[in-house]
């Protein structure tokens, strides 16, 4: 069945959307990721431009993340007063990021940079993690893995604008979050990614916040700033597909249910290694569609008038 | 305190080294480790009662797992943070234990989903009887309780003895 998708002026078959929407979410079911890293290349391959592609799965992580927080609000895991930080900074880095954009656009160059920036990210991102679970694998018999000391004194320490973090018992200033915030920001207004992977580990060895509360709360700012982006792409670009949108949410609902069974069955080491070999699969196929020549050099279309 | 430091606090199934816990007739009293109020409670009643009967006093405290993070370096710190949590919990009771009923309390601490856990250790250990604090509130007694007295009541190996969150301390006193 061909649906025509009004932005992206294309046509597609819905079942292959739904597919990959279905995909999409049992990949982010079994991982517990947003699935924006995997879904945005996946677009591509079909033949999506990236502009759309990006700005339309941008919506996709509010659902998911909304149904992470409430999770975690329940065992009061959300510090919203740093939440509201990462949030400003949020909301700053994605209309930065969204008029980068729509120069970008105006240039012409759109699609390249977030090709780039996708090969560029998964590569680097998969390649990390693929290190560190082999290291583990490696050193499994000596438990005793080397730990990177949190709550060391460094020149971030030193910045002004000090605020009290209650529920992260901390009292540091308030830049630092502000500034992890919009580099997420910039990131999802590009990328069309929730950034969880990269605000994590920020909070955690930049900021020193207390891992229990730093998922919950990097999910509430995800909620806002891709709500953020979606809507001043929508604005100011007009690169969100509604139909697409909502044909990958019916699909990604349906295909989290069944995600989040099986990776609730295998163990944290064995799941690294799949994602780790999954980002790097679609960094490669990425980088080949870059690097390689196209059959068709030119290609024509007849259009009807 | 002075033999209750984190590096005593020891692991599932082996009940602390004590000449007399090793005794088949000594009587436990398990009381489960939460963040409610009405854990105090239930702590209070079940100390009384050890102190006043001649038993012991011991504590599961459940580590939830660690939800699967990108980093590993992240989890593993998450995993060694709730480990953390578990022992700073643990010898806060146990300072209470100390003082109510005159021993240290056997500590069980396991990683898993609770129910699940405390009827394993039910199961392998010598516990006389369980004791669980109920929230007095009207969202019901919480969700142990609920599940013992309930559907899981079957698979308890000991009586289970639920203590109302919102009775005073000398009630309990006169009680035990």
Known sequence: MQIYLPIAEMTVDVFVILGLGGLVGFLSGIFGVGGGFILTPLLLFIGIPPPVAVASQANQLVAASVSGVLAHWRRNNVDFKMGAVLIAGGVAGSLFGVWLFGVLQALGQIDLVISLCYVLFLGVIGGLMLVESSRALLRHRSPTLPQRKKNQHMWLHGLPFKMRFKTSKLYISATVPFAIGAVVGILAAIMGVGGGFLMIPAMVYLLGMPTSIVVGTSLFQIIFVTAAVTFLQAIQNQTVDGVLAFLLLLGGVVGAQFGSRIGAKLRGDQLRILLALLVLGVCLKLMLDLITVPDNLYSLEVVTP | ?176
Not at chain 2, 27 to 44: C, I, K, M, N, S
Not at chain 2, 76 to 100: D, G, H, I, P, Y
Request: with cysteine.
């Open chain 2, 1 to 176: 305190m002075s033999d209750g430091g984190p590096q005593d606090i020891i692991s599932v199934s082996s009940a602390q080294a004590d000449p007399v816990s090793s005794e088949k007739q000594l009587r436990v009293f398990l009381v489960v480790a939460d963040d409610t109020t009405e854990l105090t409670t239930a702590l209070r009643y079940a100390c009384l009662r050890a102190s006043k009967t001649g038993g012991r006093v011991a504590i599961l405290y459940v580590i939830e797992p660690a939800d699967f993070q990108h980093w590993m370096s992240v989890e593993t710190l998450m995993q060694s943070e709730r480990r953390n949590e578990a022992e700073r919990v643990l010898q806060k009771m146990a300072a209470k234990v100390l003082e109510w009923s005159d021993h240290m309390p056997c500590f069980y601490i396991c990683e898993g989903k609770r129910t699940e856990q405390l009827l394993n250790v039910l199961e392998e250990d010598n516990v006389s009887i369980l004791v669980l604090g109920a929230d007095p509130g009207p969202k019901g007694p919480g969700p142990l309780v609920s599940a013992l007295s309930g559907k899981l009541i079957g698979k308890m190996k000991v009586p289970l003895t639920v203590v109302p969150g919102n009775l005073p301390d000398e009630a309990l006193d006169e009680l035990t």
